[in-house]
Structure formats: C-alpha cells, structure tokens
C-alpha cells in the first residue's frame, strides 16, 4: 500500500476540462489519485459521484490538505493551483500580461468549449431535432470559431511566443491544447490555424502535456 | 472640457458582459468613457470598432494608463481591475475562498452565458432552423440551468453568506447579478431561485450595482 496522493482527480478520458487539469498538476509536479466518471454512461449523474460533487460535474479534484471541498471548473482549479504551488507559474506576472493570458483562456475554455459539451448535445439532438451531421457540424463551428480566434489574435500579437503568451506555457496554452486534444478525438480539421499548431508542438514537447493525451488515459479506446 | 476617463468601455447597454465590468468600475471607483458598440444593429462588426479590437467582441476596455491594447474578456477584465486597484477586493484572499467564488463565476460566465450570445442566436435561427420560440425556450434552458446550478450551491455551501460569499460582493456576485439583469431584458422568469434572489437584492442595495442596471444605460428603450 502507498499513501494516497494529495489529489484525487475525478476525471473522464477524453474530457477537455479534466485534461487542463492533468496537465496543471504535471507541470507543478503534483502528484494525484484518479476516479473515473464515465460520462458517456451518465456516471456523472451517480449517487457515488454526487456525493462529492452534487453538480455531477468532471473535473472535480479534491485537495486531501484542504478543508475537503472539491474543487471545481477547471480555470477555477489552475489558478487555485497556480497559488498553492507557484512554480512554475501558470501566469505572467504582470497585470498586462495576466489579462491576455486569461483572455486567450477564455477565449476558448467560455466562448467555445462550453457550446460542445455532452448536455448541450443532448438537448440538441432531442428537443432541438439535430441530426448527428447538424450536431457535427455545430461542433465543428464553435471549435473552428475558437481556435481561428485565437489564431488571429496569437498571430497578430507581439507577446506570442514560442507558446502563447512568450517562452514558457500558461493557461492559454493549457486552453489551446485542451481545445486541439479534443478535435483529434473527434477527428475534426480546423483549416488555417498555423500558429496554434506551432504552439501546440511547442505544448507536446512538454511531458506534462505529452502525458495528458485523452488517448493515453483510463478509459480511451484501443488505438 | 474635462481630462478623459482613464478607462474607456466599448459597451452596450444590454450586454451581460459589459454589465459585469461595469459594475466592477463602480466597486472600485474607477472613472471611465463609454463608446456605444450596437450589437444589435452589427456595430460590433464596423471597421471603426475592428480597429480597437479585432475581435470584434464587446466588452473591450482601455486602459489609457497601460499599454493600450485593449483588455477582452469580461472575467480577465475583472481580474485585472483587482489586480491594478485591490481594494474593495473581488476575491477572498485565501486560496480555497478564491476557488469558490472563481467557481460559482465561471458556472455561470462559461458554463451558461456563452450559450445565448447573439452569435449563438445567428446560428441557431438560421442554419439551426429554430424559431423564435425555440431560441426562447434554448434561453430558458440555459440561463435556468446556470441560475438552479448555482442555487443549488449558494444554498447548501456554508460559505455562502449575505453575499456568493461572505459579506462582500466578489466575482461571482458580479456574474450573479449578470445573468439575472438579462432574464430581466428578455422578462425571463427561473423559478425555484430564493438564495439567488435573495443575494440579488443585497447586490442592488450597492450603487455599482444598481448604477449598471442595464435600462439605465445609453441606448436603453424607454421603459
């Protein structure tokens, strides 16, 4: 038997905001226990899972140092990370330089990802008489509309580096390959969006990242 | 002739967004001009508005003391503001405090408001194939979704106090009060809100709150 890890992450495989979440606590080097909520099969809707977390919402992670609330909404944990373990920082330090870190981040993380999510794609393809192309196609809207966005601004300006937001990853990053991961998983092409590709080799060379790949956790489908 | 504001909003009257912002103006004091973006009428869309931000999003805020880039997104505009003017402070100062309130702003700032943007409406009315009632009762859905999501929180989290949290307005009473003004516009009525309703009222007992009642701004119909 080995001690539990200070993290219990409740976590789904291909899960956009759970995979933030892995690589936030990879990249601050915190090591964590994980439970699957199998949202595909409605595992979020469990009364197990409820009792942790009564929104039946993934990512929830758990702090076994904290007062044993769970956590929850993935931008919320990374900045609760970012304090509790300031290195390596997940922000600049300037206000400047915060706020378009954190408007890159939620560029996506609330103006894009949050219209693909499974309760979404409920309602629509029921009361709102989607077929699976209309709901395909819907998905490759808001995902094509965030990441081309988020191209327009990376490549117009000068703080964008090697990663979003200069030389080391940030939120924005955390975000844009968050947002990418999901897109390969759903076998979508968003055409015209070089820098994010460029960023998002930068993202994979970094083992945190590399080792968040929905593919490689608990749960994914057979390659 | 007075000097100008140091902040200059891009704003309309009835935007959710540009409520939150100014609302976090008025806590902290800080004077601004206003520029009215129609985003009724498309301005959102005209060159001259582009040439501030090229994303073509509103809320935009310049501030005439920074490097001039305009700062986006309505969450990382806040966090800034409590960044460059801490007091009265929009976070809790502890860690797990500022998880919380991060939390319950995004539940509705990411999980619910994205969903009924009139970009979302453009979609939907169009290539969706809804009718009005369709996009009325997608706006029920959601805004009740986020509204009873968080309902359910206030409600049940002991750190819920005459405020989100404690005995102050934070981020999430900001978000709170943003999504109830637009059911208000749209004379939406959620049901089963008291804790929301309730914080709601102890909201509009403060002037930055009421002054940013969206019927009391430029453009606003006669009532």
Known sequence: MTDPARFELYAYWRSS????????????????????????????????????????????????????????????????????????????????????????????????????????????????????AAWRAWQIQWLGAGLQALERRLAAEPATGTFCHGETPTLADICLASVVVVTRVFKIEIPDIPTVARVMSACERVEAFAAADPRLQPGAPAQ
């Open 17 to 132: 905001a759970t995979y933030r979440v892995r690589v936030a606590l990879g990249l601050k080097g915190l090591a964590r226990d994980e439970t699957t909520v199998d949202i595909d099969g409605g595992g979020q809707h469990a009364e197990s899972f409820r009792r942790v977390n009564p929104m039946g919402a993934i990512p929830a992670l758990v702090d076994r140092e904290g007062d044993g609330a769970p956590l929850t909404q993935s931008l919320a944990i990374l900045e609760y990370l970012d304090q509790i373990r300031p290195e390596p920082p997940l922000l600049p330090a300037d206000a400047a330089g915060r706020a378009r870190v954190r408007s890159l981040a939620l560029l996506l993380a609330a103006d894009a990802h949050p219209l693909v999510t499974p309760r979404v794609r409920q309602y629509l393809t029921t009361t709102g008489g989607f077929d699976a």
